[in-house]
């Protein structure tokens, strides 16, 4: 009977295909799997894009500059890198953390600061009970800052603009970026990264 089924699986797959009907792939043998865009919502090329405009803005920024200074002079910076704020009606919500971990990484191999393991970020948070709208508040900023031992914050947010007429949609989306200095609350640096998607007739 498991082989008489197996059988017929394998048969209706066939069949399919031979029919023009829809079968599974897999990125190896369709290279192109990943480019294809099948919504208007974001999707891993779409944010790593948005990513990467914002890693390399911060990278090239006068605070990465003067993170270098200072750790020529042995007085290196520690970042701490908290959630992204997603005010999208997307759930990507593991997408963000995991190109976080993509962000977080660029830092540390960028050898000019001292990365505070997000891990021990989430522990501490838990513990002080504060919300992911910390990072913008310099009080408790000053406090958590005090509790991880650190000097910066990068944090960030995605935001979306939806437009529709006569069957057509157009979707703006932005990830804005900014390192906040936990002991003045001053943004060091700030970046929008952008993208359009449509539907068009």
């Given at each position: 009977?498991?082989?008489?089924?197996?059988?017929?699986?394998?048969?209706?797959?066939?069949?399919?295909?031979a029919c023009g009907g829809p079968s599974y792939v897999r990125?190896?043998?369709?290279?192109?799997?990943?480019?294809?865009?099948?919504?208007?919502?974001?999707?891993?090329?779409?944010l790593q894009k948005l990513f990467k405009d914002n890693i390399?803005?911060?990278?090239?920024?006068?605070?990465?500059?003067?993170?270098?200074?200072?750790?020529?002079?042995?007085?290196?910076?520690?970042?701490?890198?908290?959630?992204?704020?997603?005010?999208?009606?997307?759930?990507?919500?593991?997408?963000?953390?995991?190109?976080?971990?993509?962000?977080?990484?660029?830092?540390?191999?960028?050898?000019?600061?001292?990365?505070?393991?997000?891990?021990?970020?989430?522990?501490?948070?838990?513990?002080?009970?504060?919300?992911?709208?910390?990072?913008?508040?310099?009080?408790?900023?000053?406090?958590?800052?005090?509790?991880?031992?650190?000097?910066?914050?990068?944090?960030?947010?995605?935001?979306?603009?939806?437009?529709?007429?006569?069957?057509?949609?157009?979707?703006?989306?932005?990830?804005?970026?900014?390192?906040?200095?936990?002991?003045?609350?001053?943004?060091?640096?700030?970046?929008?990264?952008?993208?359009?998607?449509?539907?068009?007739?």
């Amino acid at each position: 009977m498991k082989t008489r089924l197996t059988i017929s699986a394998a048969l209706l797959a066939s069949l399919l295909a031979a029919c023009g009907g829809p079968s599974y792939v897999r990125g190896t043998d369709n290279p192109d799997l990943d480019k294809a865009v099948m919504s208007t919502g974001l999707d891993k090329v779409d944010l790593q894009k948005l990513f990467k405009d914002n890693i390399q803005s911060l990278l090239n920024s006068a605070a990465m500059t003067r993170w270098k200074d200072a750790a020529k002079d042995g007085k290196e910076a520690t970042v701490a890198i908290f959630r992204v704020k997603n005010e999208t009606t997307e759930h990507i919500d593991t997408q963000l953390d995991a190109l976080l971990s993509d962000f977080e990484t660029e830092l540390v191999n960028s050898g000019s600061v001292t990365v505070i393991s997000r891990e021990r970020q989430t522990q501490l948070i838990e513990e002080l009970k504060l919300q992911q709208s910390a990072a913008f508040d310099q009080d408790k900023s000053a406090q958590l800052g005090k509790q991880l031992g650190v000097g910066y914050f990068v944090t960030g947010k995605v935001s979306a603009s939806d437009e529709k007429t006569d069957g057509e949609r157009r979707l703006q989306y932005f990830l804005y970026m900014q390192v906040v200095e936990v002991e003045t609350g001053a943004v060091r640096w700030q970046n929008k990264a952008e993208l359009t998607k449509g539907l068009i007739k």
